[in-house]
Structures are given as C-alpha cells and as structure tokens.
C-alpha cells in the first residue's frame, strides 16, 4: 500500500498577542484545510503573501501541532511522532536559514542524515553514500569543499535541497524554493523537483510563481486567509473567475504547450490607459 | 531521458582545478586543527601546572624540589624535609581547583552559547553562578545554624555535597527563569536574554547581601562566606576536588549527545527539529548540564566570572566554530586559561596577590566590552 499524507481540517493560530509581524491577532492563519498527497504526486500550494502557506507547510512537515484537526502521515499524528522517524520520512527544504552556517558545503549535506546516526553520531558507509549521491544529483561535487558562506544564491538553493534529499525520505516540503534565483536557476529548480516527484517521492512546493507551478505540479492548491480557494489541475485553478477575486483584475491569461499538454500562464498586465480609470 | 537530462541542474562552475585542490587542502588542514589545538593546549597545561607548583607565597622551589615534591605526592619517593612537602601539596590542591573549575566554567559557557545560539551567553552574564551563588550561601548560612533550614544543620558532615547540591538547585531556578523568559514563541530574545541576566544577577546579588549580613555576627562564618563569593582557590580541601570533578565529568559526558545537536541549531531550531533533532531534550540536557558544571565550580570556588564567555571565544577562533570539537576543547582551554591567569598574577604580582574572580574580572569585563564592540552590527539586528 502507497503512503499517503492527509490533513484534516486542521487550524492553526499563532496566538501569540504581543507579537511583532502579527500584533493582537487571534485570527487563524490557517482554518480548516484539507488536502492529501500520495507518493509520485507533486503538488504546488499557491496564494498571496500571508495567506497561511507556509504555516500549512510546517503543519504537514509536524514542525507545529495543529490547534484542531489532524495531519496523518500513514494514520500517524506527524507531530507526535519520534523527531528521527518524521525525519526519515520527511524532508524540508526551508525557504532560508536562519543564518548561513560557516560549514563546508559537504558537512552541511551530511547534516540531513542526523536521523540516520547511532548513538555516537557516527556517520557509516550508508550515510556516506547517501551524502554522495545526493551531492552528485544536485552537481554539488565541485563546491564541496567550499563553506556555505561562499555560494551563490542558486547553489545555496540546490545545498538546501540536496540535504534534504540526503534524508532519503518519501516526502519532500518545500518552502518557496525559487526566491531570488533568476529565471534560468528557478526552471531548474522546478524541473528538478518535478523528476523528483516522478522517481516516487511525493512533494510539496509552497511558491508565489503561479506559472512554474502551472508547467510542472499535477495538482495547484490555491489558499486565502488560510482557507482553500480553489483546488485541482492548472487549468482548474489558474483562471480569471478564480484569480480575479484574489489578485485584482490586472491579469492576462494565456496558454503554452507542454509535453503534458496546454497549461495555463498568468502575468500581470496593467492596460495603456487603465492608470487613469 | 532527455527530460531528464534538460531537467539536469546545470552547474557553473568558475573553479579551475588547482582552486579545488587549495581549498579541499585547506579543508584538510581545518579538519586536523581542533586535534593541534588540543595537544598544544594540553602540553601548555602540563607546563603551567609544574611552574604554579614551583612559584607561590610561601617561596619559590628549586627545580629538583619540585620533581621530588610531585613524586612524593605519587607516592614514589621521600617527601620534601619540613613543611616544603605540605607546601607542594597545597599548590598542587590548588591547582587541581583551578583546572577543576576552569574546565567547568568553559564547558558550561560553551554550552549556554550553543542553546542561546549567541557568544554573549556565559554563566555569569546570564545570572547562572548568581542563582549557584546563591543557593551555595543560604546552604552555608543554614549549616552554620542561622535561617529557616535547622535540619540541615545535621548534615554538616557533608558540608561540601550540600553546598553543591544546593548551588546546583540555585542555579537551576535561576535557568529556568532566564529560559522562560527570554523565550517567546519559540524563538530565544538576545536583549531579553541580557536583561534578564541583570535582573536574576541583581536580585541574587541582593539577596546574597542579606545573608552575608545575617551572618556578620559570626566571623568564621561570614569570613568563608565572603572570600567565597569574591572567588576564590585558598584553603580547599580534597573532598571538593572529587566533587568537582565527578561534577565535571557527568556534565562533560553530554558531549557527545548534545554536541552535533548544537551544530543543527545554528542555523535555526526549528530547521534542527525537521533534520530529526529532539530541540527540546536536546536543549534541556545540554542547559542541566550548563548549571551542573557551573554550580559545582560555584560552589568549590565562588562566582569566578567571565571564565565561561573569554575560554569558548578564544577557542572558537583557534579550533574552530563546530561544538564537536569546541566542548572538549574547553575542558583544556578553560583551565589553561585560569591557571595561567593565577599564576601569572602570583608570578608578577608576588605575594600581594588577588583573588582569582577580581583578576578574571579585570581580564573579562573588557573583554565583554569588546565583544559587544566588534559585534555592533549584529547588535543592530536583536
């Protein structure tokens, strides 16, 4: 039987009165959403700035424990689980760090195999290769010697991603992976997420970039004041009656060709003469 | 399987080949330096060690002496005529305490820094030995029969373990307030963290006033109580060498555990939990083990301040930014750096000599002062 990663109508406040980003706010930041992903299947959760993407994203990763509702990775509540099993079973690609690490390249992959360690985190054979090959996939094997502080924001990107992939887990939660890439980088990113979703990991990629989403996810999920808006294929989602309301009407559709079909695009498009309306 | 390939990530790379061989020689070297680091620091502790034993109050020995004096105390020779061999003993007590409490000091500054994720945190600065400080004293005050505590006055036969016990509790409520506090959801405050080290350094400081009052009446008492909260290595005895170091090494046996764990948090908790770290037990040993280190060189010698923020600095520069090797190396680095401190002040100051805590002071609050300069932009940011 396929795994599978299902939420529940879960909620989610941050409850946290006197903070800074989010002064006296007792509303959810997200209420009440569902969705469910099983291996091979990439999805894009889509939505304007603070619209509870990338809470839903820790929610699933079982980094928060939902207010109410559940999220369930094989029938197990995700943020009870023990740290090492989650993290064997599921990765996070963050958006950033915190703060950049002065490690070499290599050590900070190998970090994605710390649920894998014994008692005297010991790196094995096992861990070795992992870290190897998840270097080789992500063509890191030339900065490996090099210290994070020393890459590029497209090869930071790729660290980022090859850690988790190091983790060998069948889920991977990815947080806004193309910010400040440039066009080239954020195609590769893209692609490269979606043949990993075709070898059989089931992903999750939280993103602004409706159009990437559109060209590789099977399914968009488009979220709004921490609800769902609208769910399904790219043309399903990705159309005026569905984005209007939420972008405002300066949009223009359109649609390109892809080996998997038409899929829809979205740009913002502000009409000669609409300034004066 | 074209799809595949155009998907490939394609990568740029500017290095030529001879860059690669440099930097992955360079890595090397980073890789082995923590191990010179330690050998040097080792051989530095054995030299400063036979040279406190050789320089004191009480005269300096001839070479010989000395040899003779440290086999003595092995048990393979004649002890020294007179009270020379008595002498030797003492040094030799004292500096075991130093290097006892130095060990401890740096290791549970080391370990504060790696949870509070920031190079300010030491046991001093954030109100540890204060709460030690304080739990040791009322423990004394109650054992010289003043207080609320007259049970404990039963107990004086194990004078040492109470004062220990009692410090270690003092500091432990002192941790946990600091903690609570300066959390807020989830993420760790510097500033707060700072300003409630003030608060807990003041209240403690207060408090440890009143009991030293209280105690004026009896001079013995008063007398031990305030050359110990100045810091202090005179007059120790044996016992409070053993316990220093089974404290020393029950907190030092966390290494392993919390060591690597500390190296995930650097870039983020919460990033740590979802590589499969336990944050929370993760942070509560490595904080038990903080205070333990800190309230059992508390309680042997006082509150010998900034030992715990200077050692792991200065380390970190030498051996690297990694708690893996940063830990273990404050268990040489801090006793280097306070047996060197007392002897050098014996040494050039002769008999007039200061107490250990005052000279740490005077080394440590500029220290701190520059820390905080060279930090100013990061300062910006809390």
Not at chain 1, 2 to 16: E, F, N, Q, R
Not at chain 1, 29 to 48: M, R, S
Not at chain 2, 49 to 55: D, G
Not at chain 2, 105 to 115: D, E, H, I, K, R
């Amino acid at each position: 039987m396929a795994s599978a990663l299902k939420v529940k109508g879960v909620h989610y406040s941050y409850g946290d009165p006197g903070g800074v980003d989010r002064p006296g706010s007792v509303t959810d930041a997200v209420a009440g959403l569902d969705l469910e992903l099983t291996q091979g299947e990439f999805l894009c959760v889509i939505g304007p700035n603070g619209s509870g993407k990338s809470t839903l994203l820790s929610l699933c990763a079982g980094l928060l424990a939902p207010d109410r509702g559940e999220v369930l990775l094989d029938g197990g509540a995700a943020h009870s689980m023990a740290p090492k099993e989650r993290a064997r079973r599921m990765a996070v690609v963050p958006q950033s760090l915190a703060s950049i690490p002065s490690l070499l390249v290599e050590t900070f992959v190998s970090s994605g195999r710390y649920a894998y360690l014994g008692v005297w985190r010991r790196p094995g054979p096992l861990d070795k290769e992992a870290v190897a090959m998840a270097m080789d996939e992500a063509d890191l094997l030339d900065v490996a010697e090099r210290s994070m502080e020393q890459l590029s924001g497209g090869q930071r990107q790729r660290v980022l991603v090859a850690r988790a992939l190091a983790q060998q887990s069948e889920y991977l939660l990815v947080d806004e992976p193309t910010n400040s890439l440039d066009l080239e980088h954020k195609l590769h990113v893209f692609a490269w997420l979606k043949r990993l979703a075709c070898e059989g990991r089931g992903v999750i990629v939280v993103t602004h970039d409706l159009n990437l989403a559109s060209q590789f996810a099977d399914r968009l999920m488009l979220i709004r004041d921490g609800r769902m808006v609208a769910s399904g294929g790219p043309s399903e989602v990705l159309k005026r009656s569905v984005l209007e309301p939420i972008y405002g009407p300066n949009l223009h559709f359109g649609e390109l060709p892809t080996t998997a079909g038409a899929r829809p695009y979205v740009v913002p498009w502000l009409q000669l003469g609409d300034e004066a309306r | 399987m074209t799809a595949k390939r155009a998907a490939r990530v394609q990568h740029v790379s500017t290095d030529s080949p001879s860059d690669v061989a440099n930097l992955s020689k360079s890595a090397l070297k980073r890789g082995r330096r923590p191990r010179r680091v330690a050998v040097i620091l080792f051989l530095l502790l054995c030299v400063l060690l036979v040279l406190s034993l050789r320089v004191g109050s009480s005269g300096n020995f001839q070479w010989s002496d000395v040899w003779r004096g440290i086999l003595a105390m092995c048990g393979l020779g004649d002890p020294l005529p007179g009270a020379q061999q008595t002498f030797i003993e003492l040094r030799a007590l004292r500096a075991l305490i130093a290097v006892g409490v130095g060990a401890c000091l740096a290791l549970s500054g080391g370990l504060l820094q790696g949870v509070f994720r920031n190079s300010l945190a030491s046991p001093s600065i954030i109100g540890v030995s204060a709460g030690a400080a304080l739990g040791a004293s009322t423990a004394m005050m109650s054992m010289g029969g003043y207080g609320p505590f007259s049970p404990l006055r039963n107990v004086a036969a194990y004078a040492p373990v109470v004062v220990t016990g009692c410090a270690f509790l003092g500091g432990l409520i002192a941790t946990s307030v600091v903690t609570r506090l300066a959390t807020a959801g989830g993420r760790i405050s510097v500033p707060t963290l700072l300003l409630v080290g003030i608060a807990v350094n003041a209240v403690a400081a207060g408090l440890l006033a009143a009991i030293q009052s209280f105690a004026l009446r009896d001079y013995e008492l008063s007398r031990a109580i305030v050359a110990w909260s100045f810091g202090t290595l005179e007059d120790r005895s044996a016992q409070q060498v053993v316990l220093l170091g089974i404290g020393l090494l029950v907190a030092a046996a966390t290494i392993p555990f919390v060591a690597l764990e500390l190296d995930l948090f650097a870039a983020g908790e919460d990033d740590a939990k979802a590589l499969g770290v336990h944050t929370g037990r993760v942070k509560l040993l490595a904080l038990c083990a903080a205070t333990l280190a800190a309230a059992v060189a508390v309680s042997v010698a006082g509150q010998i301040a900034f030992v715990g923020i200077v050692a792991p600095h200065l380390l970190r520069l030498l051996g690297g930014r990694s708690h893996r090797s940063l830990l273990p190396l404050c268990l040489l680095g801090g006793p280097v750096f306070l047996v060197g401190a007392d002897f050098l002040q014996r040494w050039l100051l002769g008999d007039a000599f200061l107490q250990p805590g005052v000279v740490m002071s005077l080394i440590g609050g500029p220290f701190f002062l520059y820390l905080l300069v060279r930090n100013k932009g990061a300062m910006a940011t809390w």
